[in-house]
């Protein structure tokens, strides 16, 4: 199996295991339990327009990545690998880098903390691991329509 391949499904199970989360937090649009005070001034319901942005935001980065991890060889430049990297910092620095400045920004328990640190982790290794099908191959050239790989 090729390290692409390996970075690959090391991705994709880390989305996966972010399931959970997702839908989680999905599924805050609506719940009444999750409003903010009427002193807020912007709503009660306004944390349902947050979390909407989070769900949506969330799914583009998801797409955005699995795009850039399945298109076709020309795809794997440096560039999108960095921008792999800066769209997997957005999307999973929320899990962890609050915590040592305010707890409450902290998950409600251990086993929810140790669940966004394996999503989190898992991916970015999966990306460190492809990085030579980024880095290490040249981008085929824009007249190749096939997508293949020179080597030069």
């Keep these: 199996m090729s390290k692409l391949n390996i970075g690959r499904f090391l991705i994709v199970l880390g989305l996966v295991v972010g399931l959970e989360s997702l839908r989680q937090t999905f599924s805050h649009i609506g719940d009444p339990l999750y409003t903010v005070t009427p002193q807020f001034g912007g709503g009660t319901t306004h944390s349902w327009y947050h979390a ?14 699995l795009l850039v991890m399945f298109a076709k060889a020309s795809w794997r430049t440096p560039a999108t690998w960095w921008i792999s990297l800066i769209l997997m910092f957005g999307y999973y620095s929320p899990f962890w880098i609050g915590i040592p400045f305010n707890s409450e920004l902290a998950a409600p328990s251990l086993a929810i903390d140790l669940r966004h640190m394996a999503q989190a982790a898992i991916p970015v290794i999966g990306l460190i691991v492809a990085r030579a099908a980024f880095f290490g191959e040249k981008a085929a050239t824009p007249g190749d329509v096939n997508g293949a790989v020179s080597h030069g």
């Design 52 to 65: 909407l942005r989070e769900v949506m935001g969330d799914l583009a980065t998801i797409a955005i990545l």
